[in-house]
T-cell receptor
Framework: GAVVSQHPSWVICKSGTSVKIECRSL??????MFWYRQFPKQSLMLMAT?????????EQGVEKDKFLINHASLTLSTLTVTSAHPEDSSFYIC???????????????FGPGTRLTVL | AQTVTQSQPEMSVQEAETVTLSCTYD???????LFWYKQPPSRQMILVIR??????QNATENRFSVNFQKAAKSFSLKISDSQLGDAAMYFC?????????????FGTGTRLQVTL
């Protein structure tokens, strides 16, 4: 399958600071990227969907001003957690898909995740 | 909205034995995909198997197979000849067939332990 990378894999920051997480598709062009959040022993919760060159679509209850998503190129999407607080500590996973639509063979590939700890 | 339910928070199987993980879903659509993903301790999501709703034949991938019952909205995963490396969280997921809004909806997961 295709490869999706995330950087950093682990980050610790102080409360009130901003943290940027990068998600890259290494061997395909990702028209659509997804950002998920996963708390310990829980499932993946979709935060937002972004299409290259467009504004991200956020899921209900996700603060768009707090979780800034940029999908400026077909291989890179970034998630910035602004003014992070301890409750933002979580595991963030990105996923990428080559096409806009979820048609046959148009699978999502997942990055390895980023563990964010806010002190 | 679509929902995915996994009623077994934890399951245990002995090495070389067979185990079945349950999943039910709710949707009003007729065309969709169903998936099983594995999340090992590394937390990397790995696609195990996929089923297209329009296909009557159950999908199989080596030791992994599904029992897809469309009318009952049931999608169970059978792991045969279980191996220690199968120990992980398993998530059932649903996705609409097409459209720009197509996105995965995950169940709550089943933690599978494999014992010697």
């Amino acid at each position: 399958g295709a490869v999706v990378s995330q950087h950093p894999s682990w980050v610790i920051c102080k409360s009130g600071t901003s943290v940027k997480i990068e998600c890259r598709s290494l061997d395909f062009q990702a028209t659509t990227m997804f950002w998920y959040r996963q708390f310990p022993k829980q499932s993946l919760m979709l935060m937002a969907t972004s299409n290259e060159g467009s504004k991200a679509t956020y899921e209900q209850g996700v603060e768009k001003d707090k979780f800034l998503i940029n999908h400026a190129s077909l291989t890179l999407s970034t998630l910035t957690v602004t003014s992070a607080h301890p409750e933002d500590s979580s595991f963030y996973i990105c996923s990428a898909r080559a096409g806009l639509a979820g048609g046959p063979g148009n699978e999502q590939f997942f990055g390895p995740g980023t563990r964010l700890t806010v002190l | 909205a679509q929902t995915v339910t996994q009623s077994q928070p934890e399951m245990s199987v002995q090495e070389a034995e067979t185990v079945t993980l349950s999943c039910t879903y709710d949707t009003s659509e007729s065309d969709y995909y169903l998936f099983w993903y594995k999340q090992p301790p590394s937390r990397q999501m790995i696609l195990v198997i996929r089923q297209e709703a329009y296909k009557q034949q159950n999908a199989t991938e080596n030791r992994f197979s599904v029992n897809f019952q469309k009318a009952a909205k049931s999608f169970s995963l059978k792991i045969s000849d279980s191996q220690l490396g199968d120990a992980a969280m398993y998530f059932c997921a649903y996705r609409t067939y097409t459209g720009t809004a197509s996105k995965l909806t995950f169940g709550t997961g089943t933690r599978l332990q494999v014992t010697l």
